[in-house]
């Protein structure tokens, strides 16, 4: 399993996907909601990287059980993005805590996960933001302590860290 960390726009979904060109059977699921005009562009663009070796799970919340139907039947799964996937499990209100530990336990081995890491800047002003960088952090460090290798994606250069 491998965890692919860093910020906004560093790289981490083009080496994701270069990571996963070794494998047959590949799976991609995508958290991302096309909630505005902007973000159905920035979907549309992530699905136009991917070649039509992938097969594409959409889904928002229940990635756990997505993970946990599909992994018999694929050699890697590219789960994008633990970030957007935590904003969505905030945004409909569900009990992280509970996602979190769910989503731990239904990893399998054979994923390349994507993540970014926040925890480089200040601490945020509002409550909900502060509540969200607590549990990004937390979910990061939870998945990184189960991963075989993690890379920290620095201006499209991945640099080891485990």
Known sequence: MILLTGGVKSGKSTYALRLSQKYTKKAFIATAEPFDDEMKIRIKKHKSERDISFTTFEEPLEISSVIRSINNDYDVIIVECLTTWLSNVMYYKKDTEKYIEDFISSLSG?????????GL????SDLLSRKYVDYIGYLNSRTAAKSDEVYLMVSGIPVKIK
């Open 121 to 124: 800047g200040i601490i945020p």
């Open 110 to 118: 054979k994923e390349i996960i994507v993540t970014n890491e926040v």
